[in-house]
Each structure stands twice: as structure tokens, then as C-alpha cells.
């Protein structure tokens, strides 16, 4: 988290709490580590996403959570939004448990002014 206008905002213990890349994702979406873990479809109908370390009902080999897709995109025994291809993608996606939509972004918000960047 950057510095917002020189001042830093502190928990509680003193310690500053970033909101972004939890509440929202900034950049290309590869520190997001919020718990958004379903997408909707173009109709409407809301899907979990698929957990990283699965490979049902998509097969993935090249994202799943190994060391280096654990420490550098939040990859994890979980299935939440993540990022772990910014060459390809520039937001937070999945793999869904849908057998029709292989993956899909999640829509997770956009981190700008509206959002302070840390909180108490």
C-alpha cells in the first residue's frame, strides 16, 4: 500500500490496514487477495469458482499452488478470485465448477478514489 497524502491510518494496535488488493483490486490484479470466490454469467446466474488445487471439472496444470503461484498470486488450497496470469488477463478470474464456462473474471471492483487505502 502506498502512502495516502503523507498520513498513515492505524489499526487499532498501530499497525496501518491496507483495504486495497483485499476490498478491491488495482493494477493488474495480481496482489488481490480478497475472498471473492464465484462469478455471474452474461444471464445472470451467480458460479463458484473451481478451487486452485483442483483440476475438476478443469484440468490446469500450470496454475496450481505451488510455491512460487503461492507466494507470488495467492494461490492456495482455496477458491478465491486471483490473478496468476497478468500476461494474459489484467483483473482477478477463476476456474468455475460450471463443466460449460471453463474460466471467467469475477468482477471484482477496481481500487480508486472511492476507497480509502487504509483502514482503522
Known amino acids: 500500500c502506498a ?6 491510518p492505524k489499526s487499532p494496535c498501530g499497525i496501518p490496514k491496507c483495504v486495497w488488493d483485499v476490498k478491491c483490486s488495482s493494477g493488474d490484479g495480481v496482489g488481490y487477495r480478497g475472498s471473492a470466490n464465484n462469478v455471474t ?15 475438476y471439472p478443469h484440468f490446469h496444470p500450470e496454475f496450481h499452488p505451488t510455491a512460487y503461484n ?7 488450497n482455496h477458491n478465491f478470485c486471483r490473478n496468476p496470469d497478468p500476461g494474459n488477463n489484467l483483473e482477478p478470474w477463476c476456474y468455475t465448477t460450471s463443466l460449460w464456462i471453463r474460466w471467467q473474471n469475477c ?3 477496481k481500487c480508486d478514489t472511492s476507497l480509502p487505502y487504509f483502514e482503522h
Do not use: F, M, P, R
Open 3 to 8: 502512502v495516502n497524502g503523507g498520513k498513515i
Open 41 to 55: 454469467t452474461e444471464g445472470g446466474t451467480v458460479v463458484a469458482c473451481q478451487a486452485w488445487n483442483s483440476d
Open 70 to 76: 503461492v507466494a507470488t498470486y495467492g494461490l492456495g
Open 107 to 109: 468482477g471484482v471492483k
